[in-house]
């Protein structure tokens, strides 16, 4: 077993057995995430749903098959990637998580991406984005890469936002497909030591304080 793989099993653990806050009473099942462990793309939303709740895996419901379709159009599979959540037990009745819930489950995201160390991390609805800019808003920030602390973001709307809004779901693809373009612009600008995006400064790192 690698240091890596030592490390996520030891935080899927602690997920397992977490309780510190409301939401480990209310849930069936913990969805820690999943997926390659040396990902270049990490895809973060927000919190499992009802079927990741009965499942214990993220994005496995309508809107997973809607990101799973949205890999194939770049070429990717599930295996290809890692899925986590910001929140790792599900909301009651899919409201939003309450920020005491995010402070809780903030340090699991956090070690497993300084883990993971993924290239790029696509975050999936407002609420994922707002982990890593919260001074974003995802109508506008939407498509754009954003240098977020020492992470590289590329918001898009969540899938199953995007599953109610045709509209959201014509964004939701555009963006999408802009991802291996993402990519290789990473690759340049770490090629010829440029920067881009846009510079969040302190408060764009609050959710990375572990």
Known sequence: MTEKERILQEIE?????CSKCRLHSLAKNPVPGEGNLDAEIAFVGEAPGATEDETGRPFVGRAGKLLETALAKINLMREDVWIGNVIKHRPPENRDPLPDEISACMPYLTLQLRTIKPKLIVTLGR?????????????????????????????????????RNPIMMKDFISDFIKIPGVLKKLDLAKETNQSF??????????????
Do not use: C, W
Request: proline letters at 5%; charged letters at 20%; hydrophobic letters at 30%.
């Open 197 to 210: 995006g846009l510079k969040t400064g302190e408060k764009g790192q609050q959710g990375f304080n572990f």
């Open 127 to 163: 609420y994922s984005m707002g982990y890593f800019y919260p001074d974003g808003k995802i109508s506008r920030d939407r498509g754009t890469l954003i240098k977020a602390g020492d992470y590289n973001i590329f918001p898009v709307y969540h899938p199953a936002a995007a599953l």
């Open 13 to 17: 653990k602690n997920v397992r057995i």
